[in-house]
């Protein structure tokens, strides 16, 4: 089975500081675990994804996340917050057998001026 | 990239009434869509699992005979609320994969729907 645990429904950073939203997942196979960011709105635009290659993945946007298999984690970062990144972030487990997803509750991200 | 389109993006309609969204996978086949519902503030909610050529696989406490899926193309999936009520207002979003196993799920703009 699998499920994912985002900590911290709410987020707020002030603009120019760090980035930090974290994602821990369970999964009973090696998963194939995404980031994903929601405008008011809108559906939801990919922002990465760790397919078993590089541990540390780069998005758009100057977001990145690690993928610590040791922490079953994949906390979505950016050096540099924008007002332009408040949003909404899912973070996003598959198997890949069947394409069933199963997401985080999300986290609500504040840049404060 | 792959693009997934979702119309309408808004419809507002009265009570009993049954409304259809489409969604259209535009550059990739999908042999499999995924129809969501979110609440305010929410995750996003499986509501069923559209297969091109078959019967939709629906949700634990997901009605089939109010949300009415059809995926008859490789490209084209429909939700069709029948008989909608107010309680049925709410934000849907539909998304699709391509065949990798690696594929991320490409989502549309959503579809948000009030019932007067």
């Known amino acids: 089975a699998q499920s994912v645990t985002q900590l911290g429904s709410h987020v707020s950073v002030s603009e120019g500081a760090l980035v930090l939203l974290r994602c821990n997942y369970s999964?009973?196979?090696?998963?194939?675990l995404f980031w994903y960011v929601q405008y008011p709105n809108q559906g939801l635009q990919l922002l990465l994804k760790?397919?078993?290659?590089?541990?540390l993945v780069k998005g758009i946007n100057g977001f990145e996340a690690e993928f610590k298999k040791s922490e079953t984690s994949f906390h979505l970062t950016k050096p540099s917050a924008h007002m332009s990144d408040a949003a909404e972030y899912f973070c996003?487990?598959?198997?890949?057998?069947?394409?069933?997803?199963?997401f985080g509750t999300g986290t609500s991200l504040t840049v404060i001026p | 990239g792959a693009v997934v389109s979702q119309h309408p993006s808004r419809v507002i309609c009265k009570s009993g009434t049954s409304v259809k969204i489409e969604c259209r996978s535009l550059?990739?086949?999908?042999?499999?869509m995924f129809w969501y519902r979110q609440f305010p503030k929410q995750s996003l909610m499986l509501m069923a699992t559209?297969?091109?050529?078959?019967?939709?696989?629906?949700e634990q406490g997901v009605e089939k005979d109010k949300f009415l899926i059809n995926h008859a193309s490789l490209t084209l999936s429909t939700l069709t609320v029948t008989s909608a009520h107010p309680e049925d207002s709410s934000f849907y979003i539909c998304?699709?994969?391509?065949?990798?196993?690696?594929?991320?799920?490409?989502f549309g703009n959503g579809t948000r729907l009030t019932v007067t």
């Open positions: 998304s699709a994969s391509e065949s990798r196993s690696d594929s991320p799920l490409h």
């Open positions: 999964s009973s196979v090696p998963p194939y």
């Open positions: 760790y397919t078993s290659a590089a541990t």
């Open positions: 996003a487990v598959s198997e890949g057998t069947g394409n069933q997803f199963y």
């Open positions: 550059d990739f086949q999908a042999t499999t």
């Open positions: 559209s297969n091109e050529g078959s019967k939709a696989t629906y």
